[in-house]
């Protein structure tokens, strides 16, 4: 299939499809012990934010998707057009301030989304961690509430 390549080529092909990578991954990870099937979130950073979008606008279980600096067309995949398919899916869009435009945008586009900045300057996708104060424990509190119902400080 030339996936090196494909990917290299930024083949919008392949790029649109990598949502069924999530699928395969969602339905392998609910079979596996001491996970409840009935939960699921997705964190996405960088192209990774727009795959998690699109596998939320095709599978309506998913409960929230947290985005670590979205973009509004990463590699050919429109979240423009997805997010608005996402339903009352709970959408966290996180970007530092030299990277908001984005977010901005896609926040605008759904009213299941929220969009954060999260600090100053250019600190793209994964790297948020550990650079960005507090991003382990925004991303945790908002899935704790989203996923289970547990607000910050009660519970587990």
């Not at 999530?22 to 699921?40: G, H, I, M």
């Not at 934010?49 to 670590?68: E, P, T």
């Not at 429109?78 to 901005?104: N, V, W």
Request: net charge positive; proline share 3%.
């Amino acid at each position: 299939m030339r996936l090196a390549q494909r990917v290299g080529e930024r083949d919008p092909k392949l790029s649109n499809a990598m949502y069924k990578d999530v699928e395969a991954a969602v339905k392998w990870v609910r079979t596996q012990p001491n996970v409840d099937a009935d939960k699921l979130a997705i964190v996405g950073a960088s192209v990774g934010c727009s795959v998690a979008i699109d596998y939320a606008a095709h599978d309506k279980s998913v409960d929230a998707v947290v985005c670590m600096t979205p973009g509004e067309k990463y590699l050919g995949v429109d979240s423009t057009r997805d997010i608005k398919k996402t339903g009352t899916c709970p959408i966290l869009l996180l970007a530092t301030e030299a990277e908001r435009e984005a977010t901005d945008t896609l926040a605008g586009l759904a009213k299941n989304a929220t969009g954060e900045i999260v600090g100053k300057g250019r600190v793209h996708g994964t790297r948020m961690f550990g650079r960005i104060d507090g991003i382990e424990k925004k991303i945790t509190a908002f899935l704790r509430q989203n996923v289970y119902g547990i607000s910050a400080g009660k519970g587990q």
